[in-house]
């Protein structure tokens, strides 16, 4: 179910810079999604209607980090041709709307019309429907943690066809999953767990925290004994190999955020401002190695659903 953001807490003041609001057992978000928390070492606000309250700091996210070290020519031109590919679409479905838009933001100044050209560009993106995988992927991972934290996901279902996924696509990539931790014999320790990396100043949720039940084993020879817990990120994009299809390429932004998660500390969102705290693991993830289960959305829809563990190496 889509909820807007006025669904939730009313606008905060004092040493707010923009509006932010709280979903249940989320982080503080602004407008743009970024997350916010109370300062690390307990600063307090010292005026304005918070005062005596935590003061919030604005943190980064642990999925844009590794983005900085990532090549990003391909995906840069794929999204110039998508925002060309939607203004089409739009073209054949509604053009006489389109070139009165187009004639409105033509009179505009390029410096002080941002947000103007930005909604364009949005808007651009959703007629060419580039956002579908990544919504695609966002609901397999609501799939997988309403079935792991054993409450019904068939309701959800409904969302994912709307998406384009079939209802059976849906059940083979929720099975795959389950048949992957028994496989691995993956015990869950955590499930979309909030967290924050002080240091690097990063906040977020991640996927999984699993024990191996049995020892672990990779083909380039790497075991990983049973007992250790291990942080698990889920993806469900396409996965790349090496040129002879030896070694697979993991994403390296991937790898970052596996290692910025790794070393957060919980972050318990409390209902009300003021009520977050941190606090720590009941246990030690190991320091050298997280895995990325893969369950490819795009294997499902082509009527195979897989999932498999990919080793990443932090250390």
């Keep these: 179910m889509a909820i807007a953001l006025d669904d939730f807490d009313t606008p905060l003041a ?180 909030t967290v924050v990396h002080d240091e690097w100043r990063q906040a977020g949720t991640l996927d999984r925290i699993v024990r191996l039940g049995a020892d672990l084993h990779f083909a380039n020879g790497v075991t990983i004994p049973a007992g250790t817990v291990l942080l698990c990120d889920i993806k469900t994009g396409k996965l790349r190999t090496s040129a002879n299809g030896a070694t697979v390429d993991y994403w390296h932004s991937y790898a970052v955020q596996c290692c910025v998660y790794r070393d957060s500390q919980p972050y318990r969102c409390g209902a009300d401002d003021g009520d977050d705290e941190r606090c720590d693991w009941p246990f030690e993830m190991d320091l050298e190695y997280a895995v990325i289960a893969h369950i490819p959305v795009e294997e499902a829809l082509n009527g195979q659903a897989t999932a498999r563990l990919v080793l990443v190496d932090i250390d």
Aim: charged share 30%; net charge negative.
């Design 14 to 193: 004092g040493d707010d810079n923009g509006v932010r609001r709280r979903t249940p057992g989320d982080f503080m978000r602004d407008g743009g999604g970024t997350p916010w928390v109370t300062n690390p070492d307990g600063a307090v606000v010292k005026s304005g209607p918070r005062k005596g309250l935590p003061k919030l700091e604005k943190y980064g996210r642990p999925s844009s980090l590794g983005k900085d070290i990532e090549n990003t020519y391909n995906l840069d031109r794929w999204n110039e041709r998508q925002i060309v590919r939607g203004v089409a679409v739009r073209m054949l479905t509604d053009p006489t709307t389109l070139v009165s838009e187009l004639c409105e933001l033509g009179k505009l100044d390029a410096d002080e019309s941002k947000s103007e050209l930005d909604g364009f560009v949005g808007n651009a993106k959703a007629w060419a429907k580039a956002n579908l995988t990544a919504e695609r992927g966002t609901h397999t991972h609501l799939l997988a943690e309403l079935d792991d934290t054993d409450r019904d996901p068939i309701a959800a279902m409904e969302n994912g066809e709307a998406l384009g996924i079939p209802i059976e696509a849906q059940h083979a990539m929720l099975e795959a999953w389950r048949l992957l931790c028994l496989q691995h014999s993956l015990e869950i320790l955590a499930t979309e767990a």
